[in-house]
């Protein structure tokens, strides 16, 4: 199946070895041309700054018994392209983790790839075979079309499905435009799966266009779709866009201030403390939450409700800013209705120029009956609020909020009892 495959395609390694100028007349017009896509995919590739964007990933699934894909959440990452890698970060964050992008986000389908790594692949490579396909319109515009095939032998392209991995090979198109070169499209279909992953069939699509990053004009990923089918049928669809590119420098936080007119007066720096253990305090949420707008990895903020004593003494005041993030927003079909599982973490606390790591979790609190899912007796340990059992880090609080479009108003209040501190924090 391999060999029949490969018929009438070219191995990508002869265009290096491209005879001189005064010979090329012999070659066929297709090679002269995929010899200076190459060539020019290598430029933009090449020349790109280390840069990072907002990327959102809109996750939904179809059940193969369904025609109608359902969201499952959104999530929100800054994705950087730095030295030729991916990395990934929390939206405000002060630094990239050259982690797996599936450590950070939990539950449904998730890759990488999209940035940079599979046009490296593709077109830096020595991993595929190409075959004229002609030109073809897209979206409107004049554009040149290449297949291209890369078989596992040489695909470095590992597809993960917990706790399962392994190298696919995979196939494809991608179009040009005519006049410039550029990418303008480049479709990537997994078509050799190892027999240990759970996974019939996967497609990603990603579309390219021209963006400025520190002044100057650079071919970048704009959006993306992929599609993943299991083994029953069933279909997870990932739709990413990209956003907000700039170039990545290293630098936490620039703040851009006015500069002071009168008398300086000189700032304390600021105090770190550490909470101890046992504190129970009382947070009452700043951050509107609704599903389907709000994403995973968004920030929330929170303010302390009440002063925080033991024995006498004041350990946090009222009005002490508490910052988190949103870890889980996903939906979820329960015995009579849909609801959503929101996940929160806070871990920073600010006051009186002050600050610390802020170490806790969440007591079970009850809501109103329009915002809590009612515990449902047909599933034991189903509660309003508390850890889910698949839950592995006690300081994520759940909620489970009713309905399709549910929402969590400003203002709600939850109760948190502090943990014993980190050796890194005493």
């Known amino acids: 199946m391999r060999q029949a495959a490969q018929r009438g395609f070219w191995w990508l390694a002869l265009l290096s070895s491209l005879p001189p100028l005064c010979a090329q007349a012999k070659l066929s017009r297709e090679t002269v041309l995929l010899a200076r896509i190459r060539a020019r995919a290598a430029e933009n590739l090449e020349r790109l700054p280390n840069y990072t964007c907002l990327e959102t990933i809109e996750r939904s699934m179809r059940r193969a018994a369904s025609r109608r894909f359902e969201l499952i959440d959104l999530v929100r990452l800054e994705v950087a392209y730095v030295d030729g890698k991916e990395m990934f970060a929390w939206p405000g964050s002060r630094t990239f983790e050259d982690r797996d992008i599936a450590e950070m986000v939990s539950g449904g389908a998730i890759g990488n790839g999209s940035f940079a790594l599979h046009a490296r692949?593709?077109?830096?490579?020595?991993?595929?075979?190409?075959?004229?396909?002609?030109?073809?319109?897209?979206?409107?515009?004049a554009a040149v079309r290449f297949d291209y095939h890369v078989p596992m032998i040489r695909s470095g392209y590992k597809l993960r499905v917990k706790p399962e991995e392994g190298i696919v090979g995979y196939k494809g198109s991608f179009w040009i435009d005519p006049q410039t070169l550029d990418l303008m499209r480049l479709d990537v279909d997994i078509n050799d799966i190892p027999s240990n992953i759970p996974v019939a069939a996967g497609r990603e699509s990603l579309e390219y266009a021209r963006a400025k990053i520190g002044g100057k004009d650079f071919l970048l990923p704009r959006r993306s779709e992929l599609m993943l089918t299991d083994l029953g049928g069933n279909e997870s669809r990932n739709y990413l866009h990209f956003s907000s590119c700039r170039e990545f420098t290293g630098e936490s936080v620039i703040n851009f201030e006015d500069v002071p007119v009168g008398p300086i007066v000189e700032k304390k720096p600021p105090v770190h403390i550490t909470l101890a253990e046992g504190l129970d305090v009382d947070l009452k949420l700043e951050t509107?939450?609704?599903?389907?707008?709000?994403?995973?990895?968004?920030?929330?903020?929170?303010?302390?409700?009440?002063d925080v004593r033991r024995k006498g003494h004041l350990y946090v005041p009222k009005g002490a800013v508490v910052a988190g993030r949103i870890v889980k927003l996903q939906r979820r079909n329960g015995a009579r209705e849909a609801f959503w599982a929101l996940g929160l973490l806070f871990d920073r606390i600010d006051f009186e120029n002050q600050f610390g790591e802020f170490r806790a979790h969440m007591y079970p609190v009850t809501f109103p009956p329009n915002l809590a899912y009612p515990a449902d007796p047909r599933r034991p340990g189903f509660y309003p609020t508390g850890p889910e059992p698949t839950e592995t880090n006690p300081r994520i609080g759940i909620l489970y909020l009713k309905g399709e479009k549910a929402k969590l108003p400003a203002g709600i209040s939850t109760s948190w009892r502090t943990l014993a501190p980190t050796e890194e924090t005493k």
């Open 288 to 306: 509107a939450i609704e599903a389907g707008v709000t994403a995973v990895g968004d920030p929330v903020t929170a303010l302390v409700a009440r």
């Open 121 to 141: 692949s593709i077109f830096l490579s020595n991993s595929a075979l190409f075959q004229y396909a002609g030109e073809a319109a897209l979206d409107g515009r």
